[in-house]
């Protein structure tokens, strides 16, 4: 770095200041004020989670949703005609049209796997039940004796299950006719 002489008027020299004399005044002062100020700042930021935990609590948390198919009962042996009532917490259950965000509707799975839950539910199945009308019971007929299995599962409007999924299966017997 060279220097330049400045005369001034009167036969004044003077040299110019290096420019990094601030810069190296203020560094450690900003340095001390910053370490200085730590207490405040851990009792900021402390004070700060604990706002955020209070409005935490505050907050109701969202309700998990749940289907759970309450009659038959599980292990039930029952006639050829069952009455299938389904509950469920956490979402309202309302008809496909018009479609609404934020509900859904039941399925019910006769005897038949469960198909992939990020697809679209079959609709062309004669074991799968769409109950898009927003129902909650469905009566099924005629069911042939020996085991049964019942899957439900709830979908949003385009018939997709909710993710995570909403699902219950339960199994019952179908007596003999006698």
């Known amino acids: 770095m060279s220097h330049r002489r400045i005369v001034r008027p009167g036969g004044f020299m003077r040299f110019p200041r290096p420019r990094w004399i601030p810069v190296a005044?203020?560094?450690?002062?900003?340095?001390a004020i910053a370490c200085g100020g730590g207490e405040q700042a851990e009792d900021a930021a402390m004070a700060?989670?604990?706002?955020?935990?209070?409005?935490?609590?505050?907050?109701?948390?969202?309700?998990?949703?749940?289907?759970?198919i309450t009659q038959p009962e599980e292990?039930?042996?029952v006639g050829p005609d069952v009455m299938v009532v389904m509950?469920?917490?956490?979402?309202?259950?309302?008809?496909?049209?018009?479609?609404?965000?934020g509900t859904g509707?039941?399925?019910?799975?006769v005897d038949v796997d469960l198909t992939?839950?990020?697809e679209l539910i079959p609709q062309n199945d004669p074991q799968i039940i769409h109950m898009g009308d927003g129902s909650t019971e469905y009566m099924l007929e005629g069911l042939a004796p020996g085991a049964h299995r019942l899957i439900a599962v709830v979908a949003n409007p385009a018939h997709i299950p909710l993710d995570p999924p909403v699902v219950d299966t339960l199994h019952f017997?179908?007596?003999n006719e006698e």
Do not use: F, Q
Request: no cysteine.
């Open 48 to 68: 700060e989670d604990a706002m955020a935990e209070e409005a935490a609590e505050e907050m109701p948390a969202e309700p998990a949703v749940t289907v759970r």
């Open 75 to 77: 292990g039930a042996t």
């Open 87 to 101: 509950e469920t917490e956490g979402i309202e259950i309302v008809s496909i049209t018009p479609p609404v965000v």
């Open 25 to 31: 005044l203020i560094a450690p002062l900003s340095l």
């Open 116 to 118: 992939p839950l990020s």
């Open 105 to 109: 509707h039941h399925h019910l799975y």
């Open 173 to 175: 017997t179908v007596a």
